[in-house]
């Protein structure tokens, strides 16, 4: 653990409810300054390792450190108020008879800055007409900042933010989204955000972390976890994918899509490849595939081509082919994917 630029460091961390193990042994590392994506289904455990992170949650195994500080052990944790950390719920939880400026000063009650404070914030956060107004005549987009500048308020070493929008949809949705990254990044808060979403994830995120049953199972940048997935888990994690069965000899894989080498033993392998990185060709140049649908979705068309026994699903962008036309099809130059059976 001498990473130290390491702000928040989870380290082997579980924690089960009864026989329930909502957190299996996880490793979880948030570098100053940067915005960390926890990526997974629903029961995966997101929001329980940020409780543990936080302190609402105890722990049974590992350790965290918050900026170079131990503050949970099996057995002993800091409280949530006495850990530097900031939290933003899924509804907002702001206090609907409060207005928004005593909601942001709600942590600093009896500190002599507390006014200057909340004026900064109130400037920063783009509020600084707002303050005398109540929760429910702001727009979703100043809900969150509110929400954010209250977590913001006490100068918290990390900010964790779980589904921060999920109760949002469509294009507000994406507008409170854009406004937030904004909001934390002209804060120059370290973050967490919790979400189940991959284009969220993505869109947000310097650095992923991806939770399957309790497991980090994979973290890195976005495009390192979409490019080189090391598990079918973490690639469908991610978006769509194209999965063949694949037979791998002396670290060589192949499948109806090819070739490319691997470091997985010999024996059966899956071979995959993102629908954005098939492309169409003249027959005669690719491999062979007929054409069973085409179908569009608004910023490509999905064409879906039987080659061999499989059904491949292949984003285009330029000209379409028609239904039942022979066409070839080649993944280069992005190289096949080669993935462990489970
Ligand atoms: P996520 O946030 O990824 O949806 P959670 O961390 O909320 O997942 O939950 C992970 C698993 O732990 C789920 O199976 C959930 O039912 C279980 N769990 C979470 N909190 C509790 C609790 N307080 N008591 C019992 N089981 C819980
Ligand atoms: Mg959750």
């Known amino acids: 653990m001498a990473n130290i630029d390491a702000i928040v460091s989870v380290s082997g961390v579980s924690r089960a409810f009864g ?45 965290i450190a918050i900026d170079g500080q131990i503050v949970s052990i099996p057995g002993r944790a800091v409280p949530p108020e006495a850990r530097r950390v900031g939290m933003v719920f899924q509804d907002f939880a702001l206090f609907p008879h409060l207005t928004v400026a005593q909601n942001i000063g709600f942590g600093l009650k009896g500190r002599t800055d507390r006014d200057a404070t909340v004026a900064a914030l109130l400037d920063r956060m783009r509020l600084a007409d707002r303050g005398r107004a109540f929760p429910h005549t702001l727009s979703g987009g100043e809900q969150q900042r509110v929400a ?138 690719g491999l062979p595939a007929r054409v069973v649908s085409v179908g569009f979705s608004g910023a490509f068309h999905v064409v879906r081509a039987t080659i061999g026994s499989h059904i491949l699903s292949i984003h285009v962008t330029g000209q379409l082919p028609a239904v039942g036309d022979g066409i070839g099809v080649t993944t280069d130059p992005t190289p096949l994917l080669v993935l462990p059976l489970t």
């Open 19 to 63: 026989r329930k193990v909502a957190v299996d042994r996880a490793d979880l590392t948030l570098s100053r300054g940067r915005i960390l994506g926890l990526l997974g289904a629903s029961g995966s455990g997101k929001s329980t390792l940020l409780r543990v992170i936080s302190g609402l949650e105890p722990i049974d195994a590992g350790t």
């Open 148 to 285: 954010l500048a209250r977590a913001l308020a006490r100068d918290p070493a990390v900010v964790l933010l779980d589904e921060p929008f999920s109760s949002l949809d469509g294009a507000l949705r994406a507008e409170v989204r854009d406004d937030l990254v904004q909001a934390l990044r002209d804060s120059g808060a370290s973050a967490i955000v919790v979400t189940h979403d991959a284009e969220d994830a993505m869109i947000m995120a310097d650095d992923l972390a991806l939770m399957e049953a309790g497991r980090v199972i994979q973290a890195g940048t976005p495009h390192e976890l979409y490019t080189r997935p090391t598990s079918v888990a973490a690639a469908r994690l991610l978006g769509p994918i194209n999965l063949v069965e694949a037979e791998v000899r002396q670290g060589l894989a192949t499948s109806v899509l090819g070739q490319n080498s691997t470091l997985l033993p010999d024996g059966a392998a899956l071979m995959g490849a993102r629908p954005t990185d098939i492309r169409l060709t003249k027959p005669e140049a």
